[in-house]
């Protein structure tokens, strides 16, 4: 069912884990499956004053193709520009991995939401300037992300909770 | 893509078995030398028709049937979807009210809502959280038009043992006919159809260390049925299609095998399960345990994990040469949780994390502690990953 590139990432995935004050966070989840995948980035400017994705890292809940996209978009998006990461969709993930069961595709959606989150995150926060794209893309997912929210909303609790007292 | 030199552990009986090497014997010569069609007049025919008798004689014998209550067909699948739809347009005139448990198989599900669709009332029983049918809701819910109770005699997913004597009970003194589903019960714990007053029940034989393709369907003398398939007549006019005579002898064999053995195999899996309960609920924080703690299959045991998925689980444990299964939503094409599950008051994110273990005839006690182990890890793994609360582990 899973290619021998989806298997390597979900058992040994890359820049796995959280940044402490991380300068974007894409949370997202998908309402129908279920899963949830938090992306973090941290942003350089280049000499040329270009920003780059200096550091990513992921945290995911959820299936071994949610798992495996989570680390190869990572791999993909690190060091690239915001410009060129904006870039990232499904079909490069989903290349990147030597392609995923049908049903698994929305996963790739998934891991796609959560860059474009962070980007956005970043961008907004910085108060600097979002393509129309984005903001249209942030809008869609930030109306899957109220149900999600709700449904995982104990965990989520203790998750702030304990980040709180750490 | 798997490790070819790790030790492969199979703990998924419940999904399906091995055949087991005795009954692989017996099935042998149906392939090689006796291979004529039972409905033939030849010497062929006719030795291929007394082994056919003689299997349906053991498998009757086994339920305290008689020979010709016993219809043989293909899959359980087969078998209730003629108990469902054979018992409705049958008794069309009588009702068309049915009534089902809300945790039944798919097969029988499914069939229901087609049922539906053909202008039948399906109505779903309540359940308590160990997903046990509340009888008083049985009793309430029969009504005038109702012609047929189908209850499962244990959930494939969490391994509940339903009260079946009580159910066929209810439903003899009312007249209605009763069905249930054995096909993972058969075989691992005692079935009489008489004292339990049941009217159809399903068997399988590849739940039983039997081959795949074989399965019947009991029906108790006098019950009105319609067949599926209309054609040369065989079994009693309610299937027809030749006969598929090897599978149905390694059938009878492996009904044999169980009947004889069976006090001796639960307790043991009995051991093994409570041992892997244990083990599991102890070591890992935040686990549970699905399903009731003692009226359950002496083979099953289903577990739900805090913060992870199941089908991660499953696939981690895999490439430790472990084989068990999940009804997480991600591991089914329609991305939904176990009908199961919700149906015992799961919230979806609890069903998420859901992981089925069931043991068999060769499953030793190392690998159970083998499996302990692991999993262990693999849970700590995957919360590591989670974005949900990490102080569990
Ligand atoms: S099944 Fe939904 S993200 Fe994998």
């Known amino acids: ?166 | 893509m798997v490790n070819k030199e790790i030790k492969r552990i199979y703990l998924d009986y419940a999904a399906t078995t091995p055949v087991d090497p005795r009954v692989f014997r017996a099935m042998k010569p149906y392939f090689l030398n006796e291979f004529g069609n039972s409905a033939s007049l030849h010497t062929f025919g006719q030795n291929a028709k007394e082994a056919l008798e003689n299997s349906r004689e053991i498998i009757a014998k086994t339920l305290k049937a008689t020979s010709n209550e016993i219809i043989f067909n293909s899959s359980a699948t087969e078998s209730n979807n003629l108990a469902l739809k054979g018992v409705a347009f049958a008794n069309k005139n009588r009702g068309n009210h049915i009534i089902i448990s809300p945790i039944e198989h798919n097969c029988v599900i499914n069939t229901a809502k087609w049922l539906k669709k053909q202008g039948f009332e399906i109505e779903k029983l309540d359940i308590d959280k160990y997903g046990i049918v509340n009888l008083d809701s049985l009793k309430k819910m029969i009504k005038d038009e109702t012609i047929l109770v189908s209850v499962i005699h244990a959930n494939n997913e969490i391994g509940t043992i339903e009260p079946i004597g009580e159910i066929g009970e209810i439903c003899r003194k009312r007249n209605i006919y009763f069905h249930t589903d054995a096909a993972q019960s058969f075989g691992k714990i005692p079935i009489d159809v008489k004292k339990m007053n049941i009217d159809l029940l399903t068997a399988s034989s590849h739940k039983m260390y039997g081959p795949k393709g074989a399965a019947c369907l009991f029906v108790r003398k006098g019950v009105k049925i319609e067949p599926l398939l209309h054609g040369g007549g065989h079994e009693f006019g309610l299937r027809s299609s030749t006969v598929n005579v090897p599978a149905i002898v390694g059938f009878a064999k492996a009904v044999e095998i169980c009947n004889k053995e069976m006090e001796k195999e639960s307790q043991k899996l009995i051991k093994l399960r409570d041992r892997l309960i244990k083990g599991v609920l102890n070591k890992i924080s935040g686990s549970h345990l699905n399903g009731h703690p003692k009226k359950r299959l002496p083979n099953n045991a289903n577990f739900w994990f805090e913060f992870v998925e199941g089908e991660s689980i499953v696939m981690h444990l895999d490439s430790y040469g472990i084989a068990a299964s999940t009804a997480s939503a991600c591991s089914s094409p329609k991305l939904e949780p176990s009908h199961v599950l919700l149906a015992i008051g799961f919230k979806p994110q609890e069903a998420h994390g859901s992981l089925r273990v069931s043991l068999g005839r060769w499953t030793k006690k190392e690998d159970i502690d083998y499996l302990i182990e692991t999993l262990a890890n693999v849970i700590k793994n995957l919360r590591k990953i989670s974005p949900f609360k990490k102080n569990v582990y």
Not at chain 1, 12 to 31: E, F, L, T, Y
Not at chain 1, 105 to 110: K, Y
């Open chain 1, 1 to 166: 069912m899973y290619t021998k590139k989806v298997i390597e990432h979900f058992r040994n995935p890359h820049n796995q884990g959280k940044i402490k004050n991380p300068d974007g966070i894409g949370k997202v989840g998908n309402i129908v499956c279920g899963d949830v995948m938090w992306l973090y980035i941290k942003v350089r400017k280049k000499k040329n004053g270009e920003d780059i994705i200096s550091n990513i890292k992921f945290e995911t809940f959820g299936c071994t193709a949610a798992i495996a996209t989570s680390s190869v978009i990572t791999d993909l998006a690190k060091g690239k520009s915001i410009k060129e990461a904006l870039k990232i969709n499904k079909t490069k993930i989903v290349e990147s991995l030597g392609g995923l069961p049908p049903v698994k595709i929305h996963c790739s959606v998934l891991a796609a939401d959560a860059l474009d989150e962070a980007i956005y995150d970043y961008l907004s926060k910085n108060k600097k300037n979002i393509p129309e794209e984005l903001k249209k893309r942030h809008q869609k997912i930030m109306h899957e992300k109220k149900t999600i929210e709700e449904k995982y909303k104990d965990w989520i609790e203790a998750e702030e909770e304990m980040h709180k007292n750490n």
